[in-house]
């Protein structure tokens, strides 16, 4: 069986010394039948430092200073944001609508929203007023403004929509708001609860083992990146797809599409093999660039483009050894149902 400490590297010196042996390390868990548990730590950090596409905020980020992620009521997804200088969350007041008014359609939801908002408005209440448009990820992908609203101003307007689903609504939103206290005061339910999601979704220990020590690489890469004059959003966007097209070959958003995401995580979606490549081109970044304390965006792109050739040369030597390719079309989506005629 190919080992790891065959692999060769196109680097030299100190640096390129300890990325070697890192990447060693990473790929002996690849090409080994057995690994042992790896301890995650200092896991403060939530999803929204994820894959990044340029020209945009990371995949699971909303606007500046706010975090983003889903939220289940009743089977249904709820885009939400978290404001972490207010504490608050800000959901969106069209996918509520959405589930209140059990409307299949979104274009219908909206309509629903659009009517009711302006009845609203025009009897003065504050429930309208109190609502701001606020970035978050479409159905294609991109990062667009819809109406949001904080749990106060929720439950406002859910006395407006008759729905069986108000009073349940009513008490899930004060669950979710409890939770994401808890987190706050000890970030390590955080990870149980992302833990028990990804088991629910069939995963298996070694990968979760796996996307949890890549999380907190990728997080030791942003907390680098924050005070080396990175700003976070745009710029971090740029580079991580930046380190992702040098080591993969591909972009973000083309690997999505290769594995037919759209709005989703794309880490959550990725092969073990592909989280060990991502964070060997992560942690060869962040150890380059603390190498030449990179400042800025021009001297962190240069470390960016040689912690991903780092990784490229690895993920090149192992193809060639093993004949199988290591960026894959191969997701964790449900397949869906076909019509049944």
């Not at 939530?46 to 289940?72: F, I, K, Q, V």
């Not at 800000?90 to 409307?103: A, K, P, R, Y």
């Not at 290769?258 to 880490?267: A, E, I, S």
Request: hydrophobic share 35%.
């Amino acid at each position: 069986m190919q080992t790891a400490a065959s692999v060769s590297m196109d680097i030299s010196g100190p640096v390129a010394a300890e990325s070697s042996a890192a990447s060693e390390r990473l790929l002996a868990d690849f090409v080994s039948d057995e690994r042992s548990p790896a301890g995650v730590k200092d896991y403060e950090h939530t999803a929204s430092n994820d894959l990044a596409e340029p020209g945009g905020s990371p995949e699971d980020e909303g606007p500046e200073g706010m975090d983003a992620s889903l939220a289940l009521f009743d089977q249904s997804k709820i885009r939400r944001v978290y404001n972490e200088s207010t504490k608050t969350w800000w959901f969106s007041v069209v996918d509520i609508v959405q589930v209140l008014t059990e409307q299949p359609d979104f274009q219908a939801a909206r309509n629903y929203w659009k009517v009711l908002k302006n009845r609203l408005a025009a009897e003065g209440s504050e429930a309208v007023t109190k609502c701001n448009q606020l970035k978050m990820a479409a159905a294609d992908g991109k990062q667009r403004l819809t109406d949001a609203a904080t749990p106060e101003t929720l439950l406002r307007l859910v006395q407006s929509v008759p729905s069986p689903k108000a009073e349940p609504f009513k008490v899930w939103l004060a669950k979710v708001g409890h939770e994401r206290m808890q987190e706050l005061a000890d970030p390590a339910l955080a990870l149980d609860r992302a833990r028990d999601l990804w088991q629910k979704h069939g995963r298996s220990e070694k990968w979760i083992q796996q996307r949890m020590t890549g999380q907190e690489t990728r997080n030791k890469l942003t907390d680098y990146w924050m005070d080396h004059e990175i700003e976070e959003g745009e710029e971090y966007a740029i580079l991580t797809n930046l380190i992702h097209e040098e080591w993969s070959g591909v972009s973000v958003k083309a690997h999505k599409g290769l594995k037919g995401l759209r709005t989703q995580n794309l880490r959550d979606h990725m092969t073990e093999a592909e989280l060990i490549f991502t964070a060997l081109a992560e942690l060869s970044t962040r150890q380059v660039a603390e190498s030449v304390e990179a400042t800025g965006m021009p001297e962190n792109k240069e470390a960016a483009k040689t912690g991903g050739q780092i990784a490229r040369n690895a993920r090149l030597d192992l193809e060639r050894r093993t004949g199988t390719k290591v960026v894959s079309g191969e997701n964790a989506l449900k397949p869906r149902k076909r019509n049944q005629r």
